[in-house]
């Protein structure tokens, strides 16, 4: 009889995690929260205007590069639909006004930015090399799992990456350009490992793409592979007790009071909401106590918007705007200076489109502005709260106008999420976009670890390893080698 396998939370970490395991065997369960499943791949609907909640864009699938050899595993190939963003201007980093385009391929890459800081060309190419250096030592790339360059990974996994930035370059303002990304894994002034930095940006500076129709399907065809192979995914279905016995984990109890048996229990979940489930002596006080006290990564304040008809030209790229020639601590905000910048990327709803129909513009936004309704039932938090939010959102319409004049009159309608939202929909403590921050300064102990003392309950999701499509399915792998053979996993990959 197989193993019977449990995971806690049907976001990428929890399918990627299913599907794996019941192709190899296992008996899988997934259980979720909410009404749909996907975490960060959700998405809604208002007034038929289509909007993402989390995974906006995705790397290297172009074809044999590494996630498009992902996406033939995981059988998403013939069900999920790419388009390209723009190869001249995947990302488009704007700092005070003045436009950097950042296009896909490291020759190009090298070409344009040697172009817009002729006297830092050989620091350029220095700094692509390096790029090219770290992420080569993700076995990712070979599909190995034996492949890694240790050594240089250790290296810039205790570096902060402004700090090596500004090794590299004597231009502050070639710097700031080269960070302009930052938001995509909320890196912060002498905490962000620059390796986290070369990874993304070495991802997406291969080919960059948006999802067609929405990144809900990546969680529905997961969903489907894994019912296909016999397992199960289960919505409506919140965990609310890991039952153990004096040397293992037996059982997930859900809010409805089933009781699933298991062999294994795998928390997709934040590190934090997993301990609230556990009442154990096996987890020891000073892990409980070193999982709580790790820091988040930043949260957002989102302001989703739907555009009139015809009246707002489809934005192939992304842009990254900020009041000042540098994208750094605008997290760091004062009630007077917010928004010091934000990201703005439209919904892609078919392939070529002329005309946008919806996008989102996300601001930084600290929880600590938030603490008088945390706990708030969702929808019901009083009409204080809905003032806040319009006064944030037309205030972030109103920066908008200084980097894309014309916004404002092309919206038709539009609507606002804080931490909160995040916080209930994910449960990613304090709201945080990319669950426990990454801090040179923690060493080991900002990681969390994908097992635990409970012998058989395991961890997957983005706090194993990293956020993003990638960093989540990294952190699959590692958690499903636990149960396999070494090198299974990528075998199989290999093979496709």
Known sequence: ???????????????????????????????DMGVQIGGCLQCFTRKGAKFETGMHFIGSAAPGQ?????????????????????????????????????????EAFIERMGGYFPHQKDAIV???????????????????????????????????????????????????VLAGDL????????????????????????????????????????????????????IRKKAVKIHCNDVKATAVETQDGEIYGADWVIGAIHPKRLLELLDTRLIRPAFRSRIMSIPQSSAVFALYVSFKDGAMPYMNSNSFCYNA??????????????????????MCHEDGARWAKSGVVLSYMNMSELLKWKGTPLG?????????????ALRLMEAMEKHHPGFSAAVENWYTSTPLTYLDYTGAEDGGMYGVAKDISLGAAGRVPYRTKVPNLLL?????????????????????????????????????
């Open 460 to 496: 997957a999701g983005q706090n194993v390893n990293s956020h993003g499509i990638l960093g989540v399915i990294v952190g699959t792998i590692v958690t499903c080698s636990a149960l396999l053979p070494p090198g299974r996993i990528y075998e199989q990959i290999s093979r496709i």
């Open 126 to 176: 220095n700094y692509v090399a390096l790029v090219d250096k770290i992420s080569t030592a993700s076995n990712l790339n070979s599909f190995a799992s034996d492949s890694r360059d240790m050594a240089i990974d250790a290296e810039y996994q205790t570096r902060a990456m402004d700090e090596v930035l500004s090794s590299l370059f004597t231009d502050p303002l070639a710097a700031s």
């Open 66 to 106: 590494t996630m498009d050899r992902l996406f033939r595993y995981f059988g998403l190939s013939d069900e999920v639909k790419l388009s390209s963003l723009d190869n001249e201007a995947y990302n488009i980093v704007d700092l005070d006004g003045d436009k950097f385009r950042f296009p896909v391929g490291r």
């Open 183 to 234: 938001p995509l894994y909320a890196a912060r002034a002498g905490k962000t490992p620059f390796s986290q930095h070369a990874f993304i940006m070495d991802f997406y500076n291969n080919s960059a793409y948006r999802v067609v129709g929405g990144s809900d399907s990546i969680a529905l065809a997961l969903q489907r592979q894994i019912e296909d192979a016999g397992g199960r995914v289960l």
């Open 380 to 392: 019901r938090r009083g009409q204080d709260y809905e003032d806040f939010k319009q006064e944030r």
């Open 325 to 346: 020639q540098t994208p750094w601590n605008c997290e760091d905000y004062t009630d007077s200076d917010w928004p010091k910048g934000f990201l703005y990327m439209h």
């Open 1 to 31: 009889m197989s193993e019977k396998v449990v995971i806690i939370g049907g976001g990428l970490g929890g399918l990627t995690t299913g599907l794996i395991l019941q192709r190899n065997g296992y008996d899988v369960t997934v259980l």
